[in-house]
């Protein structure tokens, strides 16, 4: 089969090579891979960003959030058979997405409903659940009879980000985002209620117009300090930090450890297909959507790369087959 491999860390070319098929396991399920969702923790691994720990070996398949076929299962795999539609996350570390098939453990795989695209389903899993766990663990409640709560979300344009806009207005909230000045409309067309430019002096103060402070922060970029956020939080807020540095996780365990009632939470993704579900079907209600940046044929997967690798992402970059 085809596969997209690089061979060390560093900013080597991704090459197409020819490889075996890979076999599944006893709980595995073999997948023909249809749509990649393209996340920056792929390129940020290439880059050593998780040495030594991932990759596992060299050269590596990247790719963690695919849709595809099943065209065969393990022999422990009751939940799926040859010819369903999935969604599946292989595991960050793991990766394996950027071929024409991929193997996925069953317990990380749920079907693909067929009103929804191998491409919006693909680029949902690492995002989507990213920006689910961050506001469950804010204690954002998902419905609007649940409490009332004044949150902000960073880098709302982004692949995180534009999930999370939409998640949080499920619940009972207030959204402030932070954005470029160019997706300011966009994000607003996502749910937001207040859009700050954060190359402004408010945006970078991360304070609206009304200067209320928030409940919660979804933070969804990096390069903001303990102190900016502390002045905006209300007496008992929490940041959920998805891009935390040495320095970040050392003010949460401060902050934990002095019993501080301002919290700084760092968050790493859980691949569970339960929240996978529940984010598809918010998709099949019509509550949630992937927004698509650009789309690239198998064949101009560096291209997708090198988008991510600009950050300017608005919403998800998808590779299909
Ligand atoms: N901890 C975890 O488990 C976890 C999971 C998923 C992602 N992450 C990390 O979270 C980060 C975001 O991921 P993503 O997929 O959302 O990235 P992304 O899609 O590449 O984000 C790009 C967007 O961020 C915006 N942006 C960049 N800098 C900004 C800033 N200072 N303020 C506001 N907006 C800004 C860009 O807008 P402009 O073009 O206007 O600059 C662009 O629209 C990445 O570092 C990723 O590795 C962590």
């Known amino acids: 089969?085809?596969?997209?491999?690089?061979?060390?860390?560093?900013?080597?070319?991704?090459?197409?090579?020819?490889?075996?098929?890979?076999?599944?396991?006893?709980?595995?399920?073999?997948?023909?891979?249809?749509?990649?969702?393209?996340?920056?923790?792929?390129?940020?691994?290439?880059?050593?960003?998780?040495?030594?720990?991932?990759?596992?070996?060299?050269?590596?398949?990247?790719?963690?959030?695919?849709?595809?076929?099943?065209?065969?299962?393990?022999?422990?795999?009751?939940?799926?058979?040859?010819?369903?539609?999935?969604?599946?996350?292989l595991g960050t570390t793991t990766g394996g997405g950027l071929a024409e098939y991929a193997v996925a453990k069953q317990e990380v795989t749920v079907l693909r409903p067929l009103e929804l695209s191998a491409g919006e389903c693909a680029?949902?899993?690492?995002?989507?659940?990213?920006?689910?766990?961050?506001?469950?663990?804010?204690?954002?409640?998902?419905?609007?009879?649940?409490?009332?709560?004044?949150?902000?979300?960073?880098?709302?344009?982004?692949?995180?980000?534009h999930y999370a806009v939409q998640l949080a207005k499920l619940g009972n909230t207030h959204v402030t985002v932070t954005c470029g000045s160019r997706n300011i409309d966009f994000v607003k067309s996502l749910g937001a209620d207040v859009a700050l430019d954060y190359r402004t002096p408010d945006g970078k103060a991360l304070v609206g117009p009304s200067a209320r402070r928030y409940d919660a922060v979804v933070h969804c970029t990096s390069g903001i300090s303990w102190s900016t956020f502390e002045n905006v939080l209300t007496s008992n807020g929490i940041v959920v930090d998805i891009t935390p540095s040495p320095k970040s996780i050392t003010t949460s365990v401060v902050k934990k450890l002095s019993c501080s009632k301002k919290t700084l939470h760092?968050?790493?993704?859980?691949?569970?297909?339960?929240?996978?579900?529940?984010?598809?079907?918010?998709?099949?209600?019509?509550?949630?959507?992937?927004?698509?940046?650009?789309?690239?044929?198998?064949?101009?997967?560096?291209?997708?790369?090198?988008?991510?690798?600009?950050?300017?992402?608005?919403?998800?970059?998808?590779?299909?087959m």
Not at 32 to 56: M, S, T, W, Y
Not at 138 to 146: F, P, T
């Open 123 to 161: 680029a949902l899993g690492t995002p989507g659940l990213t920006a689910y766990q961050c506001l469950i663990t804010a204690g954002v409640v998902l419905k609007k009879d649940g409490p009332p709560m004044n949150i902000l979300i960073t880098a709302a344009s982004g692949g995180v980000g």
């Open 1 to 89: 089969m085809e596969a997209v491999q690089y061979f060390k860390y560093g900013h080597d070319d991704l090459k197409h090579v020819e490889v075996p098929i890979p076999s599944p396991k006893k709980d595995e399920i073999l997948i023909k891979v249809e749509a990649v969702g393209i996340n920056p923790i792929d390129f940020k691994i290439q880059h050593g960003f998780l040495r030594p720990i991932a990759p596992k070996k060299f050269p590596h398949i990247p790719g963690s959030d695919i849709a595809g076929e099943v065209v065969d299962v393990g022999f422990t795999v009751t939940k799926f058979k040859k010819g369903d539609k999935v969604v599946a996350m």
């Open 266 to 320: 760092p968050l790493f993704v859980s691949h569970k297909a339960e929240d996978l579900q529940y984010l598809i079907n918010l998709m099949l209600e019509g509550k949630l959507k992937t927004v698509v940046d650009s789309k690239y044929n198998f064949s101009k997967t560096q291209e997708a790369w090198a988008k991510s690798m600009e950050g300017h992402a608005v919403g998800k970059i998808i590779v299909e």
